[in-house]
């Protein structure tokens, strides 16, 4: 699962593109069974360097193509290059030769934090035709953790909305969120209701389950 903060998504091929501006999500093929190289070379350059964008709006969340050269579809509507699309709670979206399945997470249980200016917590994407566990998630507000339907991080095995993950400029932090759910962070008890400011290598236990915060590179997220 990559982490990213803030109101805006830039995708494309590359993580640092010509220009001053630089993408968040790079989108490269990873390849599927009976693939040789060139269609896996010509499925990662189907996506343009700089292709598109997310962002976030008093309306909602919006994706807008940034005029790339193989185009961007919206649950099969293909989108006009600078002019921005709302998203649906639930949608595909076709990049170049990619296929990514996004949710938005607009609301959780009724201990959910803060939410965005578009009323959600999260934006969610999840690859769709590669056999890869690559997701990626965008979190816009205080975004819930836990193992229910409606929490924007799913982590098996938990009960819902056991934590919160809120992202404040560039920082994370994580919150106990359930009495019976015991939470430590580098070997610390976290209380209920309180936060604790993720760093990298941080080890969190929640529950059963062990995670580890790290800062992504590049490569992380090339096959």
């Known amino acids: 699962m990559f982490l990213f903060a803030g109101n805006r998504l830039r995708f494309g091929r590359n993580r640092r593109s010509v220009g001053p501006i630089a993408n968040d999500l790079m989108l490269r093929g990873f390849p599927r069974a009976g693939e040789d190289q060139d269609a896996l070379r010509a499925r990662t350059r189907s996506v343009s360097r700089h292709h598109g964008c997310f962002r976030v709006t008093r309306g909602g ?5 940034s005029g790339s050269t193989h185009g961007t579809s919206l649950d099969g509507r ?3 290059a600078g002019q921005p699309a709302a998203l649906p709670d639930g949608f595909e979206l076709r990049v170049g030769g990619h296929s990514l399945r996004g949710r938005v997470i ?7 934090g803060s939410v965005g200016p578009a009323g959600a917590q999260a934006l ?3 690859r769709a035709d590669e056999d890869v566990a690559h997701s990626y998630l965008l979190v816009i507000g205080s975004a819930s953790v836990g193992g229910g339907e409606k929490d924007a991080l799913r982590l098996p095995g938990l009960p819902p909305h056991c934590a919160s993950l809120t992202a404040t400029g560039e920082r994370f932090a994580i919150s106990s ?7 430590r962070v580098d070997g610390e008890a976290v209380l209920l209701g309180t936060e604790h400011v993720l760093s990298p290598g941080s080890q969190i236990s929640l529950g059963s389950l062990q995670m580890r915060f790290e800062l ?3 490569d992380d997220m090339k096959p």
């Open 124 to 126: 969610l994407l999840e």
């Open 177 to 183: 969120q359930h009495e019976d759910v015991q939470m």
């Open 61 to 65: 969340i919006e994706v807008e193509d």
């Open 78 to 80: 293909a989108l006009s």
């Open 216 to 218: 992504a590179s590049d």
């Open 106 to 112: 607009r609301d959780g249980p009724a201990k959910t």
